[in-house]
Each structure stands twice: as structure tokens, then as C-alpha cells.
């Protein structure tokens, strides 16, 4: 009985094997589109906005740069600062002098790109930014930690106040050594008046433990590593936009729905004309930084 089992299951499997086809999926070429990558604060330092192409879906080389464009940001004053390609290279610049800066809390701010005779905008605002009052970590060897990590390490955490008054949302980004830490989509760090989502009786309160601590992505830090959290204030609509980007990063494996473009901020002035991509965003920003040392750390909670 054990030797029919076997061959009836060595059968099957030829069968299976032989009946494997190679299926090539064929995709409509989708018109190329600008995408626009714009974002300015309220610090006096250069500010970029990005321009590339829209490419096919299964194309995975570089996305072409937009160059050629006109490329301004006025604020609710009047006053336009005009980005620059000085590189041709898609990358739109504009630069302070002395201490300078675009972004204000409570500003309000138009993106004007002309492009192949098309005229895009785009509209958002600078919201408030808590301070981050401080960075503590202690030293642990947890059980689970991500593969490029030391197996022992600093645990580390920031700690910030939420204002009170819902619809306060934020973008936090950690840099370790002077290089950014949460370089992946999948690792996009937000929140929602200190909380996960809205409505989460969070308001006016410290930031919750997950997202105090998300700033290490199951890994551990050594000692002497620096380390520099920031805290960008967004917009509500801001916030939906990063959330669907990092969702669709994540969209993969056995139970992935199909493929979408996430939402878009930039509005072609021309109805029946081109669409285009992307976001544009501006923040308040506070930040805040440390070097681990042993002596300094605190007991494990």
C-alpha cells in the first residue's frame, strides 16, 4: 500500500510538472506622465523639488529627468522663489541667502511648474511642529531583530508632545550616523495627533510607545552610533498620501490587490489636459540628537 502511495504520488507530480506553462503577460504602454517630488520647510537651507518621467510599470530602469521646466513656489504674501536646474539633471533648486527660508507656520504655498507647454500647480500648508523633548535608550539582546542588525544593541526613543487640537499630523524621520535610516517606503514613519489614525483619543498627549520607538525598525543601535530624529509637520492630506505609498510598497505576496497609482496634489490647469504625479508638501521641523553611551543609557522598562 506504501509503495502504490508512492508512485501515485511520484505520477502526480510529473503531471503537474509537464502541465507548467509559461504564461508572458502583456500591458498596455500607459502615456508618460510628470511626476513631481516638491517639498520646502521652514529651514534656511536649500530646498528641491524633483521632476521625472512616468515609466511603464515592469520597467525597472531610472526614470528619466524633466528638464526644461519653470519651476516656482509663491507664498500667501506674494513672494515667489524660483527653483533652478542648474545640473539638468530633473532636480530644481532654490537656495537662501543668509537665513532665509520659504516654509512659516501657518503659510500657505502654490507650486507652479510649465512643462512641454502645460502648467501644473499644487497647493499646501505649513502646520505647527511640537519640540522633541529628549532621546532616551536602554541596552537589550531581544529575541527578534532585523538580519543587518547586531544581535545586541541600544533600544532607543524619543519623546514629543502632541498639541492639543485634533488634525495634527507628522512625519518622522531618523538618521543614524548622518545617513537616513528609514530609507525604504515600507519604513515610512507617521502619525496622527500622536497616535496611529485619526480619532484615536490621542490629542494633546505624548506620543504613543509604538510610534515614540518606531524609529528603529527592529534594529539596534552601537555604541558611539549618533543618532538625529526629526519631527515634519503635514497636512492631514499629507498624511493620506504618505500612508498610500507606504501601503502600496507593501502590496506584495499572496494576498496583493492590484496595483494603483496613490493620490496627487498637482492639478493641470488646462482640464482636458495631461495629468501628473506626485505630491507637494511643506513642514515646520524640529529635530533632535544623540550618541550612545553605556553610561548614559537607562534601565531596560
Given at each position: 500500500m506504501k509503495r502504490y502511495s508512492f508512485f501515485l504520488l511520484l505520477l502526480l507530480s510529473i503531471s503537474l510538472m509537464s502541465c507548467e506553462d509559461v504564461i508572458n503577460l502583456k500591458t498596455e504602454t500607459a502615456p508618460t506622465r510628470l511626476v513631481i517630488d516638491g517639498w520646502v520647510t521652514d529651514q534656511s537651507a536649500?530646498?528641491?523639488?524633483?521632476?521625472?518621467?512616468?515609466?511603464?510599470?515592469?520597467?525597472?530602469?531610472?526614470?528619466?529627468?524633466?528638464?526644461?521646466?519653470?519651476?516656482?513656489?509663491?507664498?500667501?504674501?506674494?513672494?515667489?522663489?524660483?527653483?533652478?536646474?542648474?545640473?539638468?539633471?530633473?532636480?530644481?533648486?532654490?537656495?537662501?541667502v543668509a537665513r532665509e527660508a520659504i516654509g512659516r507656520v501657518g503659510g500657505s504655498y502654490k507650486l507652479t511648474v510649465m512643462y512641454n507647454n502645460e502648467t501644473y500647480e499644487a497647493q499646501t500648508?505649513?502646520?505647527?511642529?511640537?519640540?522633541?523633548?529628549?532621546?532616551t535608550y536602554y541596552y537589550d539582546k531581544p529575541t527578534f531583530v532585523a538580519?543587518?542588525?547586531?544581535?545586541?544593541?541600544?533600544?532607543?526613543?524619543?519623546?514629543?508632545?502632541?498639541?492639543?487640537?485634533?488634525?495634527?499630523?507628522?512625519w518622522?524621520?531618523?538618521?543614524?550616523?548622518?545617513?537616513?535610516?528609514?530609507?525604504?517606503?515600507?519604513d515610512l514613519n507617521i502619525s496622527y495627533d500622536g497616535g496611529f489614525s485619526k480619532g484615536g483619543s490621542t490629542d494633546g498627549l505624548v506620543f504613543i510607545l509604538p510610534i515614540?520607538?518606531?524609529?528603529?525598525?527592529?534594529?539596534?543601535f552601537s555604541e558611539n552610533d549618533s543618532l538625529r530624529v526629526?519631527?515634519?509637520?503635514?497636512?492631514?492630506?499629507?498624511?493620506?498620501?504618505?500612508?498610500?505609498?507606504?501601503?502600496?510598497?507593501?502590496?506584495?505576496g499572496l494576498f496583493a490587490t492590484a496595483p494603483a497609482n496613490v493620490p496627487t496634489n498637482i492639478?493641470?490647469?488646462?482640464?482636458?489636459?495631461?495629468?501628473a504625479m506626485g505630491w507637494?508638501?511643506?513642514?515646520?521641523?524640529?529635530?533632535?540628537?544623540?550618541?550612545f553611551k553605556r553610561e548614559n543609557a537607562i534601565p531596560k522598562p
Open positions: 536649500p530646498q528641491y523639488i524633483k521632476l521625472t518621467l512616468s515609466q511603464n510599470y515592469f520597467d525597472n530602469s531610472r526614470a528619466l529627468p524633466a528638464t526644461g521646466a519653470t519651476v516656482t513656489v509663491t507664498d500667501d504674501q506674494g513672494k515667489v522663489y524660483t527653483f533652478l536646474d542648474e545640473a539638468r539633471n530633473g532636480t530644481y533648486t532654490w537656495k537662501p500648508q505649513v502646520k505647527r511642529v511640537p519640540p522633541i523633548d529628549s532621546i538580519e543587518d542588525s547586531p544581535k545586541e544593541g541600544y533600544v532607543a526613543e524619543f519623546y514629543s508632545t502632541d498639541f492639543k487640537g485634533s488634525d495634527d499630523c507628522y518622522i524621520k531618523a538618521y543614524k550616523n548622518g545617513t537616513r535610516y528609514d530609507r525604504k517606503a515600507t515614540r520607538r518606531s524609529i528603529n525598525l527592529n534594529k539596534l526629526e519631527l515634519f509637520s503635514i497636512t492631514p492630506a499629507t498624511h493620506e498620501f504618505i500612508n498610500a505609498v507606504r501601503s502600496e510598497a507593501g502590496n506584495q492639478s493641470n490647469k488646462r482640464a482636458d489636459g495631461p495629468r507637494f508638501g511643506a513642514s515646520a521641523v524640529s529635530r533632535r540628537s544623540t550618541v
